[in-house]
């Protein structure tokens, strides 16, 4: 805005007749001067910022025909119009409809702006709002949390970005937040991912090497029954034996152990366990395998999953953001 642009409603100099009379202005860093009620600010800071400044005793009401605008006070504050506009906006309860469409646009510069002015209700509002759009857009959170000192936030956008690929190792994917941070906080991140798929594998490998499940004895580790070149394999004897899976399952368990490392979380873990049809050619015309793996393989999600969620949420509970 030109310093000769009026401020955009509500609080532009000339409001409805019937209107509240405005008793105080603040001018931003661009010479817009927004026309504002001192209550509403006092009331909006829970440090009282503006209770002592000292404001004309107003009437009822004015009109432009009858009554000349008193002089106001004017205080000169540090915020652009656009955030001031936007911070405004929030002190007034029937104005917060802003916030629509890209929550996040500017949130940074509200957020430290309401924070200057003891505005500790605001605060709260816009960090709901930050931590709304986790689930949508967790890069730009967890870039806006570092920036304005919210770890927990920041701990749960890192958490979101393990359900999808890292986007920080793509060369496409740039957002105007990671500018807002220095590079350690994306190593940070990307440090973070790779401790949680580590993780995630590990899990996934304790399984493909347990050869007995409490209580369960799966095909893809038993000898007998299966058809010429299928069945698991035995080398060594006595204490120096080794068991090893059925190639199928080797094969099988190292796609799980790829689909975490790329995307370490449960459901990746659940999809591809569960995603057997690459076994087919392998499994090929073994009766025991065909019959008993889909249904032994639903057991052992039953303790994968869980197992995978476990080994990355002590990362996440543990992790310094």
Not at 10 to 39: C, G, M, Q, T
Not at 167 to 180: A, D, K, P, W
Request: net charge negative; glycine share 6%.
């Amino acid at each position: 805005m030109s310093p000769s642009e009026r401020a955009p409603s509500p609080f532009a100099a000339d409001p409805a007749p019937d209107a509240w009379p405005r008793d105080l202005i603040l001018r931003s860093s661009d010479d817009v001067e927004f026309y504002v009620h001192k209550a509403v600010l006092v009331l909006s800071s829970e440090t009282g910022a503006f209770r002592d400044i000292a404001v004309p005793a107003l009437p009822a009401s004015t009109t432009a025909a009858t009554d000349a605008p008193p002089d106001l006070p004017v205080i000169q504050v540090k915020e652009s119009s656009l955030v001031l506009y936007r911070l405004l906006l929030l002190c007034y309860p029937k104005r917060k409809g802003f916030i629509t469409g890209d929550v996040l646009e500017h949130i940074h510069l509200i957020y430290r702006a309401a924070h200057s002015h003891g505005m500790e209700g605001i605060c709260e509002l816009l960090r709901s709002n930050l931590f709304a759009r986790i689930s949508d857009e967790p890069y730009r959170v967890y870039s806006l949390a570092c920036s304005l000192g919210l770890p927990e936030t920041a701990r749960a956008a890192a958490t979101e970005t393990l359900k999808g690929p890292n986007l920080l190792l793509s060369g496409e994917y740039e957002i105007f937040e990671f500018t807002l941070v220095t590079g350690s906080y994306l190593i940070a991140l990307n440090r973070f991912r790779t401790q949680c798929a580590d993780a995630a594998c590990i899990a996934v490998d304790n399984h493909g090497v347990i050869v007995n499940l409490e209580g369960e004895d799966h095909c893809w580790w038993s000898t007998k029954g299966h058809s010429r070149g299928c069945g698991a394999m035995v080398t060594g004897a006595g204490t120096d034996k080794v068991w090893r899976p059925a190639i199928w399952f080797q094969e099988h368990i190292a796609r799980v152990r790829d689909a975490v490392r790329k995307t370490p979380c449960r459901e990746a873990a659940a999809t591809a366990l569960m995603d057997y049809t690459p076994c087919f050619p392998l499994i090929g015309g073994c009766s025991l395998c065909n019959a008993d793996a889909p249904r032994q393989l639903v057991r052992l999600a039953n303790k994968l999953v869980p197992d995978v969620g476990a080994q990355i949420r002590f990362i996440v509970d543990h992790y310094r953001f």
